[in-house]
């Protein structure tokens, strides 16, 4: 349930840039989220759908893209990609190391809209 304050966060953002720009409807959402989010793409749009009632961006749609999940490395500073949460103990490529650093993959943001 962790998606709700999430998606009423979007919300509030999306509807302070609308009523800036004067927009009367809000289509499309395109946000971007980090792979190793636990937010679910089905339960973003159910919830945003609830919080938008009654507003410009009712029935818009959340096109949500997954930023990869990247690493680097504390020794020789290469970054790197792995799929998944189990690739977090992955060495380096560059050097074998294991001390790495998180660099991508738990953010969420909003990258644009689609309005009338």
């Not at 809000?26 to 759908?49: A, C, H, N, P």
């Not at 991508?104 to 689609?114: L, Q, S, T, V």
């Amino acid at each position: 349930m962790h998606e709700l304050p999430v998606t009423e966060s979007i919300l509030k953002i999306i509807l302070a840039h609308a009523e800036k720009n004067d927009v009367r409807r809000v289509v499309t959402i395109r946000l971007q989220v980090g792979k190793l989010s636990d937010l679910e793409d089905d339960w973003m749009q159910r919830y945003f759908d609830y919080v938008s009632r009654g507003t410009p961006a009712e029935g818009a749609r959340l096109e949500i893209e997954r930023t990869p999940i990247r690493l680097e490395c504390d020794d020789c500073g290469e970054s790197y990609t792995v799929e998944n949460a189990g690739g977090l103990d992955t060495p380096c490529p560059g050097c074998g190391g294991r001390d790495t650093r998180l660099i991508a993959g738990r953010e969420y943001f909003i990258k644009n809209m689609e309005v009338l």
